[in-house]
Each structure stands twice: as structure tokens, then as C-alpha cells.
């Protein structure tokens, strides 16, 4: 059965702001630290070794993917370890559905609620981007929804292993088999032309690849090409992940 939407959802995503808000600061430097020093990092570092890359340096050619990359994440762990906790280790999802509300609108909130914490991630990304001078067109405004929509997309995916997680450790899997290649064959780092193309075809079904074409021309003062196919495969991850997340996190707490 599909998911069963209302308003509910808003107490549950509210309620997960005001105990983030406890812990902003922190919470913000852990997931704008591990980006940033990747580009600035290999940006600085190697980029000084570096031709341009397709008629742009190399930090800036990094920065689009760095953007796309901490919004992976940002969703990844608040969907995993977050939520996780939330529903095995603190049982709050039980405590809530005794309430007027449903699994469904608990899934909803905590969905919309690591989206929303990715997309503060990718802006403290875009902020560090232009105060390092690599914002040359307002086009790179476009990359906000683009956020929106990739955090919903890497949320979806984590709370679906989230909903079959038996512990923590379970999560290395995810990262070994999921978040890692999808970082390293995406293009965050280079060009994903420089790749065998089979491993470019593996690389056209990763939804960060997608995110990233889209991301990367916005940057340079570009209009993207291929928007519709980059949107609905985004879009597809999405929505099919979180279908799927409803369905499992019902079989779980109510069977």
C-alpha cells in the first residue's frame, strides 16, 4: 500500500529541530569540516599540480562535487545513525505512533528532516565557495533546489537501511558497498570520462553522478544539459526510496 501523507508529519520534523537546535554549532562544524577540507585540501593542494579542467581550475572544477558530496552526507548520516537511534536504540518512533500519528508521517518528517539538514550543509559548501571567489554567475542560485532534491534522494536511501538495520554496525555495508563508490566513481574528484566505460556505466546509474551533472555547469555559469533526465532519475531514487522505506519501517514496528 502506498504511503499515507497528511500534515502530521510536522510535529515529528519540528520536534527534531528543536533537539538539533540544542546542538547546532557543533552539528554544522562536523558536517561542513570533512568537505571543506577535502576541497580546500586537494583543491589547493593538488589543483597547484593540475592543469585547468575543462577550461576551469581544478578547485573549482572540486567544488561542485564537494557541494553534492556533503549533501550525500549530511542525509546519509542523519538518516542512518540519527534515525536509527531515534527508532531502535531511544524508541521515540514507538513513543510517537501511540500519539494521533502513523508510521507514515513519522517516515515523512524524518525524510523531510535530513533533507533539510543536507540542504544546510550544501549551503555552508556554497558559502565557502564564494568566499573563496569560486562564484562567477547567479546560475549557481539553481544549485539550492538541486540540494533540496538530492537530499531527499540520499535521505531516502539511508532510511531505507535503516529500516532493515539490525545495529550500527550494520551501516558499514552501506558505506562500503553504497556511499564509498558512489564518491569515487560520481565525479567528485575527477571527470567521470577518465573512466573505463564500463565503469562509466556504473557510474550512469549512481544518482550523485546525476547530481553532479547538474551541479558542476551551475558553478561555472552554465546551463546544465540533460536536465530532465539528470531531475527525474533524481527524482526516481527519491520517491522509490522512500516508498520503500515506508513499507519496511511498517513491517518492522507493527508486525
Known amino acids: 500500500m502506498l504511503p499515507q501523507l497528511s500534515w502530521r508529519f510536522v510535529p515529528v520534523w519540528r520536534r527534531n529541530f528543536l533537539v538539533w537546535k540544542k546542538l547546532a554549532l ?28 575543462g577550461g576551469v581550475p581544478y578547485i573549482q572544477f ?21 534515525a536509527f537511534s531515534r527508532m531502535h536504540v531511544q524508541k521515540t518512533w514507538l513513543a510517537i505512533i501511540n500519539a494521533p ?27 565557502v565557495m564564494a568566499a573563496l571567489g569560486l562564484v562567477h554567475s547567479p546560475l549557481v542560485l539553481w544549485i ?5 532534491l538530492s537530499g531527499l534522494t540520499f535521505a531516502g536511501m539511508g532510511l531505507v537501511v535503516t529500516a532493515v538495520s539490525p545495529s550500527y554496525d550494520f551501516f558499514m555495508y552501506y558505506f562500503t558497498l ?17 573512466l573505463p566505460l564500463w565503469l562509466q556505466s556504473v557510474s550512469s546509474l549512481l544518482p550523485l553522478t546525476h547530481a553532479i551533472h547538474l551541479a558542476r555547469p551551475l558553478v561555472n555559469g ?15 531514487y527519491a520517491l522509490s526510496s522512500f516508498v520503500a522505506a515506508v513499507w519496511l519501517t511498517r513491517r518492522r514496528l507493527l508486525t
Do not use: H, R
Open 144 to 148: 539550492v533546489p538541486l540540494v533540496a
Open 101 to 127: 500519528l502513523t508510521v507514515d508521517d513519522v517516515v515523512l518528517g524524518e525524510w523531510l528532516w535530513a533533507a533539510s539538514k543536507s540542504l544546510l550543509s550544501g549551503l555552508a559548501i556554497l558559502l
Open 26 to 53: 557543533p552539528s554544522m562544524l562536523g558536517n561542513l569540516a570533512d568537505p571543506m577540507f577535502y576541497m580546500l585540501g586537494l583543491g589547493f593542494g593538488i589543483g597547484a599540480l593540475l592543469p585547468s579542467i
Open 178 to 194: 553504497v556511499v564509498s563508490p558512489m564518491m569515487l566513481l560520481s565525479g567528485v574528484f575527477y571527470p567521470v570520462e577518465q
Open 62 to 82: 572540486l567544488a561542485a562535487g564537494t557541494v553534492c558530496y556533503s549533501t550525500m552526507n549530511s542525509a546519509t548520516f542523519e538518516a542512518l545513525y540519527s
Open 222 to 236: 552554465q546551463v546544465p544539459t540533460d536536465i530532465v533526465l539528470n531531475i527525474s532519475v533524481l527524482a526516481a
